[in-house]
Structure formats: structure tokens, C-alpha cells
Nanobody
Framework: HVQLVESGGGSVKPGGTLKLSCIDS????????MAWYRRAPGKTPEMVAS???????DYVNSVKGRFTISQDDKKKVLYLQMNELTAADTATYIC??????????????????????WGQGTQVTVS
């Protein structure tokens, strides 16, 4: 199965930096796009940054120029470098694959998730 585990969250002061990591510790994802979402109390969850299987990146306007999404395919890790953090960035950050993502075991058994695969999230607090 796919297990996405986020880490790197914490509490920082405005203007600070954090780097989030999302490790796929389970089956290998097969050419799936990845994204970071965030969920803040009282706000609509939003996709913050995404990276396609072709490594094309996209960001929500509020983080452009401050956040950078990247991935290390060999290590199966997705990153989100966050600079110049503000209180508005306070949220739970969750990594996820695109819908319809397929993952395969080492034995070559593959399975697809219509809703994609999701992690549990890591809390980022800026104050």
C-alpha cells in the first residue's frame, strides 16, 4: 500500500522558513503528479503547490516566489521549501498524489486510487 508521511512542520516567527518533507514509505508511485495542500481552521482547503510527472510546477498566487516544490524520485520524497512565512500560512499541510494515481509493489502488482493517495498532514504555525 501507499503510505505518505509528512514531516518538517513546526512553529516559526513571521519571516521564518520551514522545509516540509513527504516520504512515500510504501509502494512506488508510477508517474504520478504530487501536490501540497493546506487546511486552516475556518478556511477552504487549498492546493498550495503541485508538480506534475513531467516536473512542471504550479503555485497558488499567495505563495508564488516564497514556496518551492520539488521531489527526489530515488528517495521517494516530496519537498516544500517555505520562505518568508506569514501568519496566513498557518495550516495543516498535506501531501497528496493526483487522482487516479497508480502505485506498484516491488513484485509488480499495481493498484490505482481514484481519489489519489493522501498523507495525514503536518502542522505549520506562524506567530
Amino acid at each position: 500500500h501507499v503510505q505518505l508521511v509528512e514531516s518538517g512542520g513546526g512553529s516559526v516567527k513571521p519571516g521564518g522558513t520551514l522545509k516540509l518533507s513527504c516520504i512515500d514509505s510504501g509502494d512506488r508511485l508510477r508517474r504520478c503528479g504530487m501536490a501540497w495542500y493546506r487546511r486552516a481552521p475556518g478556511k477552504t482547503p487549498e492546493m498550495v503547490a503541485s508538480i506534475s510527472s513531467a516536473y512542471t510546477t504550479d503555485y497558488v498566487n499567495s505563495v508564488k516566489g516564497r514556496f518551492t516544490i520539488s521531489q527526489d524520485d530515488k528517495k521517494k520524497v516530496l519537498y516544500l521549501q517555505m520562505n518568508e512565512l506569514t501568519a496566513a500560512d498557518t495550516a495543516t499541510y498535506i501531501c497528496a498524489t493526483n487522482r487516479g494515481c497508480t502505485a506498484c509493489t516491488d513484485d509488480g502488482v499495481c493498484h490505482m486510487s481514484r481519489g489519489g493517495f493522501w498523507g495525514q498532514g503536518t502542522q505549520v504555525t506562524v506567530s
